[in-house]
């Protein structure tokens, strides 16, 4: 068995990999042990996921929603007073109520104590940057582990996934940094990130807030050379709590995805029929 991104032997590796991270509320979508080799999964958590998270838009999203980390902890929330400005402070939620308020200035907590000021605000991001290369590695490296996930049930699949050089432009890129600065993605917001499934779907006894969905998007009718087929676009397409992340597995850049929108009144693939985006 041989690691999807760095290609060294993982048949020693113990530790499951998570194509979402678990503190954006991810329990199931997961590959098995060596999918992703030890050393790669520490690197993704400690050098793009734990920047990613750490992000405003993200300790925001994760503390309004109330998703605990791996070790059960809730992030505080930036919040500030507005009149005056005149101070910065964090909120921490428990069940959507606030349950506790830090101030590090000792002045401005004395002044809260005696009344002085009664409100406090929580800005609300509505989506996160679009020219972060965290973020840009982050969509890189959940892109590539989706596709493992989609076809690992093909025979000897790991070995053609592996040795793909079609996809050694992106694996580089996320596990290494090289030969790219910057890999493009695209944000929107589709829905509002408390929106809810049908508490009879996967017979779930109460609604349940959508997390985390992804597909595929191929636009365009693969080449073929003999029993070989050339994709000339894929794009990875997911929603983490609203917001939709689009990038391309490919070198092609975002083009092709924006005229497909354009085509398609804006709409997303997560929200279509798949007969709808894969027509050929």
Not at 5 to 24: A, G, M, Q, T
Request: contains cysteine.
């Amino acid at each position: 068995m041989r690691c999807i991104f760095c290609k060294k032997d993982s048949s020693s590796s113990k530790s499951k990999e998570h194509i979402v991270p678990e503190s954006l509320g991810n329990k199931s979508h997961t590959l098995p042990k060596g999918v992703v080799c030890d050393k790669c999964n520490n690197y993704f958590a400690n050098k793009i996921e734990k920047k990613v998270l750490e992000l405003t838009y993200f300790k925001s999203l994760r503390g309004r929603n109330v998703i605990e980390n791996k070790k059960g902890k809730i992030p505080r929330i930036p919040g500030f007073i507005a009149i005056p400005n005149i101070g910065e402070l964090e909120i921490n939620l428990n069940e959507n109520r606030v349950n506790e308020v830090n101030i590090e200035d000792k002045e401005l907590f004395e002044r809260m104590r005696k009344g002085e000021f009664k409100q406090f605000y929580i800005p609300h991001i509505e989506q996160p940057p679009l020219d972060d290369i965290n973020i840009s590695k982050f969509l890189g490296k959940i892109s590539l582990e989706a596709l493992a996930q989609r076809v690992m049930n093909v025979e000897n699949w790991q070995n053609d996934f592996i040795d793909n050089e079609s996809l050694d432009p992106l694996r580089n890129f996320v596990r290494y940094g090289k030969d790219y600065s910057f890999w493009p993605y695209h944000t929107r917001k589709i829905y509002d990130e408390d929106n809810s499934i049908d508490s009879n779907i996967n017979d779930l006894s109460s609604p349940s807030q959508i997390m985390h969905e992804y597909d595929f998007l191929i636009p365009n009718k693969p080449i073929i050379d003999g029993e070989i087929h050339r994709i000339e676009d894929m794009f990875f397409v997911c929603a983490i709590m609203g917001v939709e992340y689009t990038i391309n597995l490919t070198e092609k850049g975002l083009e092709v995805y924006f005229e497909w929108l354009k085509k398609n009144n804006n709409r997303s693939i997560l929200m279509m029929e798949k007969n709808e985006f894969h027509n050929f």
